[in-house]
């Protein structure tokens, strides 16, 4: 099965990789919903993407990649004894609020918060959307605050229009957002 047919082609990657560089919005399935995400590191798109969903701003978001290793940029250096707990838990809808780098953007971690929640998702279209663009990716549910996530490519036509990318696919059998576990305890938060 075809997870992702738009980004199949190198020319349609380089196009969407413009696109988020640029401080664009895409939408893409998870494990659960379609996932409403930008590059993590630009603050242009992280108020672009709270402004879309009216999202408050001080809430945090979660960011997803192919790897611990896709990631690690945006975390201060974990444990060995953290980076075996996480190797042996990911992929899955598992999302650990780890200590985050420096240079981590306030509205990603969230207002007043020195943590990053961040994933390698079970689904491996989302995964693999990371791989290709060579990025992580922010990972907030595709709706705007308080309406159901959308669960369809045509929902998230619907309620966005033309303001994100749309990465079509089939969103995975999670009937539940992701867990959040905070990494250093082990409390889950979610």
Not at 153 to 174: A, M, T
Request: aromatic content about 4%; proline content about 7%.
């Amino acid at each position: 099965m075809i997870m992702f047919p738009r980004i199949l082609s190198a020319a349609t990657q380089r196009r969407l990789q413009a696109h988020l560089k640029k401080g664009g919005l895409v939408a893409y399935p998870t494990e659960s919903c379609y996932g409403l995400g930008c590059v993590p590191t630009l603050s242009k798109a992280l108020n672009q993407l709270i402004h879309l969903k009216k999202r408050p701003q001080h809430k945090g978001m979660i960011v997803i990649g192919h790897s611990l290793e896709q990631l690690q940029p945006l975390l201060q250096r974990p444990s060995e004894n953290i980076k075996t707990m996480l190797h042996e838990a990911w992929p899955a809808p598992k999302t650990f609020l780890l200590p985050a780098g420096k240079k981590v953007l306030p509205a990603l971690r969230g207002k007043g918060r020195s943590k990053l929640a961040v994933r390698v998702p079970a689904h491996a279209g989302a995964r693999r959307l990371c791989q290709v663009l060579e990025m992580p990716l922010v990972s907030t549910s595709c709706n705007r605050a308080g309406k159901r996530a959308c669960k369809t490519e045509r929902e998230v036509r619907r309620q966005f229009g033309r303001k994100v990318w749309v990465v079509g696919g089939l969103i995975g059998k999670q009937k539940t957002p992701s867990q959040i576990i905070d990494g250093e305890t082990g409390a889950r938060l979610r």
